[in-house]
């Protein structure tokens, strides 16, 4: 039973991830031609034909930053879940050892403290330059 959830819930976080990331790329054509352009860049003219090697992959950097964004957009997981280890205390409220901790990554992958403009589709706030 246990191994059919983890099938399951792969799958679904799979395709969920690669659904999303098609609506996004299909909405934004400049994202599209800026991906195009770096797979002619790294993976040669032909690259239908290419046999990626993880060099390659890791070349594809415009590729990461897109799929960082799509993934900070529609987490696979927006909602975990966590036993406290120890007595904690965060911003100013005490934890208990032992408590259960829910950690909500979709509200902060959409802090625009963190993440100005959130709504916005933007793989270049990925950029590492």
């Known amino acids: 039973e246990e191994v059919d959830t983890f099938m399951a819930a792969g799958h679904d976080t799979t395709t ?5 990331g098609a609506y996004h790329i299909a909405r934004n054509p400049a994202v599209q031609q800026k991906l195009f352009d770096e797979m ?5 003219p032909d690259f239908k034909n290419t046999i990626l090697t993880n ?12 799929i960082k964004e799509i993934l900070r957009i529609h987490p696979s997981v927006p ?3 966590r036993m406290a280890t120890s007595d904690m205390t965060i911003n100013g409220t005490k934890l208990p ?5 829910i950690i909500f990554i979709y509200a902060m992958h959409n802090n625009p403290e963190v993440f100005p403009e959130p709504d916005r589709f933007d793989p270049e706030r990925f950029n590492e330059e």
């Open 16 to 20: 969920s991830a690669l659904s999303f």
């Open 40 to 44: 002619v860049q790294v993976l040669g």
């Open 55 to 66: 060099t390659m992959l890791q070349d594809l950097k415009y590729l990461d930053m897109t």
């Open 79 to 81: 909602i975990i879940g």
């Open 97 to 101: 050892t032992g408590i259960e901790v």
